[in-house]
């Protein structure tokens, strides 16, 4: 809802999926870390980006939804409040197996309530020193609290409070030349701190402690780029990149009973208290070039030379991008496409940190050793008579990692931790299929089949070899039910078969959506009705029945109704620049 005094409210937003809702583009969220979601318009309001903090319990379980906790406002004449809530549930059922022998019967059902808003802002400036030489300046910065309740009954009965408070601040110049060179620096600072208040007792064991947390990230990047016109259709390109950055992190905790408030002294049962000040370094040298055969083919390569330096890592790696395109008539493509790339972790996922998840039962540690993931995939496209498109890939991800879960032998708790797979592999093949019926109805039909491999010789005390076939099928279809007035009606659906992600278990799934959409005012207003998840089986339930390990997570499932209306005012269009990159920030 967006009204006059510039406010907006979002209330369970379901960001997994893609909406109509003001020209929205959604992304597909995956991690405990925040994620995003932008959302443009052709007007003062200009885009919002939905920011999703989902719990770690799903992290890396594909098909579990995540939901919006706060918002970010961009282009708007004045700085605006956005405030969301959210509400989780998810049923716990596991049977826990310790190393004596005993076998534990654990039932859950856990209800989370958040709150949250944030503040974002922009400032950016071009100067043209001389002809085609361009100086550009651009400050992007953002303040966001974050508030949640988390009540667990049942086997384990726990009652947790959090708190935290977010900060980015982030400066780029940019200077172009009229001859191909590109430079330009970045530094960007960001501090997240938090704290958890947390009461927690299962069977004999009580859990009661304070902690304070904080992640602060100092990071510089430095690049250089040129490009050469050689005519005759070749093209010639290099350059440099430089990443440092030093990640001061700490958490410390309390004991609740023994220091009554002073937060002084340290409990057994509780982790130990973690102060670090780790810095990394990536230094990136490409070259590449591209030429033109003609109308019909040509070729573009480039290799990335890395050397990538942590406190633990020191290495050297190489990435080779080709794209080679034939199109033997209009309308007609062919496309060979062999892309590589690094997939770095979390800084706060290689801490030496140990927190809990809700309640002493759940704990999340982390890993100072985890690797970077180097992807690897040759992808074939074919596309014809310029709207059907056919494509073929094989994907290799070495040292591939995701947060997992694993019931412990030795304690009765179950721990979520970031690990180095040996590789994760997929062979799939894609058709998107489009078809009209006249002007009433444009519908696009897509069909993905997948092949998909995981090996861990080291995890934990299970090693596993896993390798599944599934697919996934979606249909939309846009009804134009009346061109005056104008209104539309979308159909989506979706099934997907059942599938496996690590240890896991994924059940099938599938969701059919439903979308109104009625534009007035010549064409300045638009009103939408969606009804999201109609027959509430979008989420599922993973399971996990692996070795020893057995468990079973229920999240609920919601219908969604959302009404929105949007008036578009003039023409205002933001000036396309590079998004600052807080993938990897708590």
Not at 431 to 452: C, E, M, Y
């Amino acid at each position: 809802h967006y009204d006059e005094d510039g406010d907006i409210s979002v209330t369970a937003f379901d960001a997994s999926k893609g909406y109509d809702l003001m020209a929205a583009s959604a992304l597909n969220i995956s991690g405990s870390n925040t994620g995003k979601v932008a959302f443009t318009f052709g007007h003062l309001l200009a885009r919002v980006e939905f920011v999703v903090k989902r719990n770690a319990a799903a992290d890396g379980i594909e098909g579990f939804n995540p939901v919006i906790h706060s918002a970010k406002l961009y282009g708007m004449h004045k700085t605006a409040d956005f405030l969301a809530s959210a509400a989780d549930l998810t049923d716990k059922e596991a049977m826990h197996s310790l190393a004596d022998g005993s076998v534990h019967h654990i039932t859950t059902d856990e209800m989370g309530r958040s709150r949250s808003h944030t503040h974002s802002f922009r400032v950016g400036t071009d100067y043209n020193i001389a002809k085609d030489h361009q100086l550009s300046f651009v400050y992007n910065g953002s303040y966001s609290t974050h508030h949640s309740l988390m009540d667990i009954y049942g086997t384990q009965q726990s009652n947790t409070r959090s708190n935290s408070t977010d900060w980015l601040h982030n400066g780029r110049l940019d200077y172009r030349t009229p001859f191909g060179l590109k430079a330009g620096a970045e530094l960007t600072y960001y501090r997240s701190s938090s704290d958890q208040l947390l009461h927690s007792s299962m069977q004999d064991e009580e859990l009661a402690f304070y902690t304070e947390d904080c992640q602060r990230i100092n990071r510089w990047k430095f690049f250089l780029a040129q490009e050469h016109n050689l005519g005759r259709g070749w093209g010639l390109n290099y350059g440099a990149v430089y990443t440092t950055s030093i990640d001061h992190s700490y958490q410390y905790y309390y004991d609740t009973e023994k220091d009554a408030g002073t937060k002084t002294g340290v409990s057994t049962g509780i982790p130990d208290n973690m102060q670090s000040r780790r810095r990394e370094q990536t230094l990136n040298f490409y070259a590449g070039f591209n030429k033109s055969f003609g109308d019909k083919l040509s070729l573009d390569a480039s290799l990335a030379v890395e050397h990538y330096k942590t406190p633990v890592w020191n290495q050297w790696d190489w990435y080779p991008t080709i794209n080679l395109s034939y199109m033997p008539a209009p309308g007609y493509v062919w496309q060979l496409a062999l892309s590589s790339d690094k997939d770095y972790p979390d800084y706060w996922a290689v801490q030496d940190a140990i927190s809990y998840l809700g309640g002493g039962y759940s704990e999340i540690h982390g890993n100072p050793f985890l690797k970077p993931a180097q992807e690897y995939q040759l992808q074939l496209t074919h596309i014809l008579k310029s709207k059907y498109i056919f494509s073929a890939w094989f994907a290799h991800t070495k040292d591939y990692s995701t947060q997992t879960l694993y019931q412990s032998s030795e304690r009765l708790v179950e721990i979520y931790k970031h690990l180095n797979f040996n590789y994760q592999q997929q062979a799939g093949v894609q058709a998107s299929i489009p078809f009209d019926i006249k002007q009433w109805l444009n519908s696009r039909l897509t069909l993905i089949g997948v092949w998909h491999h995981e090996k861990d010789d080291d995890f934990w005390d299970i090693p596993f070899n896993r390798n599944i076939c599934y697919g996934i099928a979606v249909l939309t279809n846009t009804f134009t039910l009346s061109k005056k007035p104008d209104l539309k009606l979308t159909l989506t659906g979706m099934a997907r078969s059942k599938a496996t992600q690590g240890i896991y278990d994924l059940p099938s799934s599938g969701y059919v959506n439903a979308a109104l959409r009625y534009a007035f005012a010549k064409g300045k207003a638009i009103l939408n009705l969606y009804c999201n998840d109609i027959f509430e089986t979008g989420q599922i339930k993973p399971r996990i029945r692996f070795g020893t390990q057995n468990v079973t997570n229920d999240y609920a499932c919601f219908r969604e109704i959302v009404v929105s209306f949007t008036y578009k005012f003039g023409g205002y269009r933001e000036k396309k620049r590079e998004e600052v990159d807080t993938s990897r920030f708590k």
